[in-house]
């Protein structure tokens, strides 16, 4: 019955044109746009020294799964709670948690074909390093973001009102930090003030584990586990409130 | 198994600081076509929607199909179907998919087919949800409360917004859900639904019963026939009590024959003709309204 939740979840995404091009075109854009304008450029970020390609194709996998996960969730339950879709559910027999496990499903699958599609296109298109020896921190450092980033995009839906406020509570909320978390924009000797605040929340160090996974010259298996620890305590904290604060009735 | 598919008994639930059921009961038999109606705000669906599961009661006992539906358990979900006031579907897929998802969550679901032809979508059946007309998303509430095959069907103003034609549809569906067997328990403010529809009616009002009964029943319970004719003198010139609407006067009796006599006599002493002249059985509509009309809200 759950899994069957994400089959109905995945029909009912691709053919909703707004969610198939915020979630799924959009960050490929930013994927060729920046790295026509910025790939060749040398970076230094954090004392690691990268180009622009091995900047902004992590960059962008971490975008695609914060929209997929926070942004498309956060948005789409919060539509589905104002429309009563969700009150609906609950009078029926599927258990409360497999309506939620087909929403994330579904997010978690996007999010996997997203991360694929921008690794494959920076390794063909820009050169960048596949994840290979890399491969377990890569793997793991998706697992423990795309399911914090879900779990914060569920919490999300207890703060935003209502149907009509959900993209402007969403946006609001994960732009301002994806421009201070190395995701558009290489923050190179930044005011302290503003890597503070990218350090605080999860998303730059979302950014740099991946980053990690493809660089170079890191060895071993890229295990980000300072990185790692930040991003799942945003995840439980995001969970916890989720399960207290969500609500299943339309607020009206 | 007892004879009554829902049985409430002091029913009582207050938001803050205001009572919206205070003190109800309700008692429906299987099988049978059961309407609580009221005007806007009187405790309607608050009170179903405890009895469906979705509201906590304060105070009273509430069985339905033997269970207690605050504890949400799914050995009751499965028996019944819920058609809330006003939701929508919000997904894009189709009406055949979004009933297979439904059926999907019963263990014994109507066929397919069988559901799309009870609420005559068969036309619709491969079109977006969201193509629907209000009409056809209303019919496919219904479908979707029915894909489980339900005992018990719970209809919170089924008709809200119809047109007088679609109304008839959707009253003609009903009824036909009463030949298979359900026991149906609807909500709704027109009165003359409930006398078209239900077996027996509870008028509420303020969050309490004020009458119940067949809808004859309720009818026979207060006066009466109702004489009118086009009248435009003085109402006391008459020889009978009456009130004036819209330049008629209109009588409401339990002694119909004495007043025509009177009426008729008084009428050709000045050889006066009783214009537009009606005899006719107070409708429900009119005892309703003398119960719940005059509601300050």
């Not at chain 1, 790692?228 to 305590?233: D, F, K, N, R, S």
């Not at chain 2, 198994?1 to 803050?16: I, N, Q, T």
């Not at chain 2, 509430?141 to 959707?170: H, K, Q, S």
Request: hydrophobic share 45%.
């Amino acid at each position: 019955m759950a899994l069957q939740q994400v089959g109905w979840e995945n029909r009912s995404f691709w053919r909703n044109p707004a969610a198939a091009f915020f979630t799924f075109l959009l960050p490929l854009l930013f994927l060729v746009l920046f790295n026509a304008l910025f790939g060749d450029s040398e970076l230094e970020i954090d004392g690691r020294q990268l180009d622009g390609s091995t900047f902004y194709v992590p960059g962008i996998a971490a975008l695609s799964v914060v929209s997929a996960c926070y942004t498309n969730v956060g948005m789409m339950v919060t539509i589905a709670r104002d429309l009563g879709v969700l009150k609906r559910m609950r009078g029926t027999p599927l258990p409360p948690w497999a309506y939620i496990f087909g929403r994330l499903g579904q997010a978690l699958l996007v999010s996997v074909l997203m991360v694929v599609i921008v690794t494959v296109v920076g390794a063909v298109a820009y050169g960048t390093q596949l994840p290979e020896s890399t491969l377990p921190g890569f793997l793991v450092t998706l697992l423990v973001g795309s399911l914090a980033f879900c779990a914060l995009g569920l919490a999300l839906t207890a703060v935003i009102p209502n149907a009509d406020a959900a993209p402007a509570v969403t946006n609001a909320t994960i732009l301002p930090l994806l421009f201070v978390s190395n995701v558009f924009v290489p923050l190179q000797d930044p005011p302290e003030w503003l890597a503070i605040v990218g350090d605080i929340f999860p998303v730059k160090h979302f950014a740099a584990a991946l980053q990690t996974a493809f660089h170079p010259d890191t060895t071993g298996a890229g295990f980000e586990w300072g990185h790692l620890a930040v991003i799942a305590a945003w995840g439980v904290a995001g969970a916890v409130l989720a399960v207290r604060f969500f609500s299943w009735e339309p607020r009206r | 198994m007892s004879d009554y598919a829902v049985e409430v008994r002091g029913l009582r639930k207050a938001y803050g600081p205001v009572e919206a059921v205070r003190g109800v009961d309700l008692s429906v038999h299987r099988g049978e076509i059961f309407a609580l109606i009221g005007p806007n705000g009187a405790g309607k669906t608050t009170a179903l929607e405890i009895l469906e599961g979705h509201r906590r009661a304060d105070a009273g006992e509430v069985s339905v199909l033997g269970h207690d539906p605050a504890r949400g358990e799914v050995a009751l979900k499965q028996r019944i179907g819920i058609v809330l006031q006003s939701t929508s579907i919000g997904t894009y897929l189709t009406v055949e998919e979004t009933l297979q998802q439904f059926r999907g969550f019963y263990p014994r679901p109507l066929p397919l087919d069988q559901l799309i032809a009870l609420v005559g979508l068969e036309a619709s059946r491969k079109k977006l949800v969201r193509r629907l007309s209000g009409g056809q998303q209303r019919r496919l509430d219904v479908a979707i409360g029915l894909a489980g095959d339900p005992e018990l069907l719970f209809l919170d103003e089924p008709t809200t917004g119809f047109d007088p034609a679609a109304r008839r549809g959707a009253w003609e569906m009903i009824r036909g859900l009463k030949s298979l067997g359900k026991t149906v328990l609807l909500t709704t403010h027109y009165m003359d639904e409930a006398q078209a529809l239900a077996d027996r009616v509870s008028v509420i009002r303020q969050g309490r019963i004020v009458a119940e009964g067949t809808p004859d029943e309720l009818r026979g319970g207060t006066a009466d026939t109702v004489i009118s004719f086009r009248y435009s003198g003085a109402p006391g010139d008459l020889p009978v009590p009456v009130v004036m609407e819209n330049g008629h006067a209109v009588l409401r009796t339990d002694q119909p024959i004495a007043a025509l006599y009177e009426l008729t006599r008084w009428a050709k002493e000045r050889g006066a003709e009783l214009e537009g002249l009606s005899v006719t059985p107070a409708t429900l509509e009119e005892v309703y309204l003398g119960l719940a009309g005059d509601d300050p809200e």
